[in-house]
């Protein structure tokens, strides 16, 4: 059996590679993107799309976006609904005074089955992908010149300058060869299920956390789907749900019993089985590139510890990907010194992120000091305008996890600061 010769050949076809896949394309370079599953498929998700996935895109194609839209019709969203242990509810739109226009959203939620989906699609408008479904890889070998990437039934190898791991959370690859070992502080389990019927969503899809006290650090969530369906959903870093020996399955049907949600629930459905999966946080640095490889996604351990926010991140290190591939080709280099440029834009763009949310997760444990916090928030509309321009505004989302930034709103709650905005615009 002789190889196929490829200069990029990347496995897994979900956000992560499709996006490497499509931002080579883009950039006029051709690629190999290998998945063993075929499309459409279910993947076990939250189902959220961040501002980053319409965003990046779109930048591809100004047009990407309205083809989504026409094909799946996913809902808009326009904010978050954060509940905290003390009950208080906090609305916080993405953009301040913002108008409903679904075709400029800040963010969509589409399940799974239809967003991956959709992505294969816009692969196969490319001439210069080579997309092969239900394929496979059984293994890899380092070559002087990259790798040779061998079918797992033996009838198909390639060999590659680079190889782009985007095979998820579960990659063979990235524990093997990277040696990107699972770390149960740094690791989530969750569990979701499809309902239809539930009640009481804001009228403009806000996502919801609620953050129960019983299940902390983590979240149940309700996010609104297409045709009055919902995704709902507990997620736990793994080490508690070790300790406290909790069955998420279970605890999720207690959950939606409870007397705060079953008013709610009591008219609604489950339309599917609850099913679990694990999130490999990006709470811990790790090295994510190599001699002829790099991690992408949920292979890199991206998923952001604070809300399992995934597809974004997988999505935004494909662009990077692919954009230092480029170089790569330019320079004919593809050493591990070379490819390191991949974790210092990894660390500018999300790395920075991770870290401040998983020190927010860190500190949501503390239920006396957020119950204050959101206190502080639901009491002063101004606040939660502050808080709003931070889900752009990344420099002012870091002065949440400092002391100072809540002790000048508190004393301008009290009134004993002129004006809300004194604190942050002092930054």
């Not at 976006?65 to 969203?77: A, G, H, K, L």
């Not at 997309?131 to 060999?159: N, P």
């Not at 002012?396 to 615009?425: E, N, T, Y």
Request: hydrophobic residues 40%; proline residues 5%; glycine residues 8%.
């Amino acid at each position: 059996m002789s190889s196929k010769k490829t200069n990029i050949f990347i496995i897994g076809a979900g956000p992560g590679g499709a996006a490497t896949a499509l931002r080579l394309s883009y950039l006029n370079i051709p690629c190999v993107l290998v998945d063993k599953a075929t499309f459409p498929r279910d993947k076990v998700c939250g189902d959220a799309l961040s501002g980053k996935v319409p965003t990046l895109l779109n930048r591809l194609d100004p047009a990407i976006m309205e083809r989504f839209r026409q094909r799946f019709t996913p809902i808009d969203v326009w904010g978050i609904r954060f509940i905290p242990p003390s009950k208080k509810l906090i609305e916080l739109p993405f953009k301040v005074g913002y108008e409903r226009v679904p075709d400029a959203a800040p963010g969509y939620v589409s399940k799974r089955i239809d967003f991956d989906a959709f992505l294969i699609e816009e692969v196969k408008r490319r001439d210069n992908i080579e997309l092969r479904l239900g394929t496979e890889i059984g293994s890899w070998v380092k070559t002087a010149e990259g790798y040779t990437v061998t079918t797992k039934d033996k009838s198909e190898s390639w060999d590659c300058r680079l190889l782009v791991d985007a095979s998820g959370a579960h990659s063979r690859f990235s524990r093997k060869e990277a040696k990107q070992e699972m770390d149960h502080d740094h690791y989530a389990a969750a569990v979701r299920a499809y309902w239809k019927g539930i009640t009481g969503f804001h009228k403009d899809n806000f996502i919801e956390l609620h953050f129960l006290e019983k299940y902390n650090p983590g979240y149940f969530w309700i996010f609104p789907l297409p045709n009055g369906e919902a995704n709902i959903g507990l997620g736990m870093r793994s080490d508690i749900v070790k300790k406290k020996d909790i069955n998420l399955r279970e605890a999720l049907d207690e959950i939606v019993a409870s007397d705060e949600f079953k008013d709610r629930f009591k008219d609604a459905e489950q339309i599917d089985p609850t099913v679990g999966y694990g999130l490999p946080l990006g709470s811990k640095d790790r090295v994510l590139s190599g001699d002829n490889y790099l991690l992408v996604g949920d292979a890199g351990h991206l998923i952001d510890p604070l809300t399992g926010e995934g597809i974004g991140n997988a999505t935004y290190s494909g662009f990077i990907a692919a954009e230092l591939a480029e170089k790569c080709l330019a320079e004919n280099r593809f050493d591990a010194k070379f490819l390191a440029d991949y974790d210092v834009r990894i660390e500018r763009v999300l790395r920075t992120e991770l870290r401040l949310s998983y020190r927010m997760q860190q500190i949501m444990q503390i239920k006396w000091l957020t119950n204050f916090l959101t206190g502080i928030v639901a009491a002063n509309p101004k606040v939660i305008e502050v808080l709003c321009r931070m889900y752009t505004d990344f420099e002012l989302r870091k002065q949440l996890v400092k002391p100072m930034f809540w002790w000048k709103l508190f004393r301008a709650k009290s009134g004993k600061l002129p004006a809300i905005d004194s604190p942050v615009s002092e930054q």
